[in-house]
Nanobody
Framework: QVQLVESGGGLVQAGGSLRLSCSDS????????MGWFRQAPGKEREFVAA????????YYADSVQGRFTISRDKAKNTVYLQMNSLKPENTAVYYC??????????????????WGQGTQVTVSS
């Protein structure tokens, strides 16, 4: 059964850091680009960051550029999201997913599938 598992969320004060992990235990998505999205209560799921299958290219939402870093470890079948200088508005459930459709928009959640269960990130002010 295909399953992605996100972990690493928690409660942190503004200005703090967290590192999220997305584990692909079945090694199904090692050749896929991967993305991180987030969804706050009452809001639509929004793009955070993405990384190409090789790890050589990365993409970020403007709101996190310079503070968040996406990376992947192919040997561990894991994608990471290092989040620094966190802000209360970063509070959301964070999800990872492989990019399974290649349109023109890395930012489009419709191009991703097989979402994990998400991990809650709460940033207090």
């Amino acid at each position: 059964q295909v399953q992605l598992v996100e972990s690493g969320g928690g409660l942190v004060q503004a200005g703090g850091s967290l590192r999220l992990s997305c584990s692909d235990s079945t090694r199904t998505f090692s050749s896929y680009a991967m993305g991180w999205f987030r969804q706050a209560p009452g809001k639509e799921r929004e793009f955070v960051a993405a990384i190409s299958w090789s790890g050589g290219n990365t993409y970020y939402a403007d709101s996190v550029q310079g503070r968040f870093t996406i990376s992947r470890d192919k040997a561990k079948n894991t994608v990471y999201l290092q989040m620094n200088s966190l802000k209360p508005e970063n509070t959301a459930v964070y999800y990872c997913a492989p990019r399974v459709r290649y349109g023109t928009d890395w930012y489009n959640a419709a191009e991703y599938a097989y979402w994990g269960q998400g991990t809650q990130v709460t940033v207090s002010s």
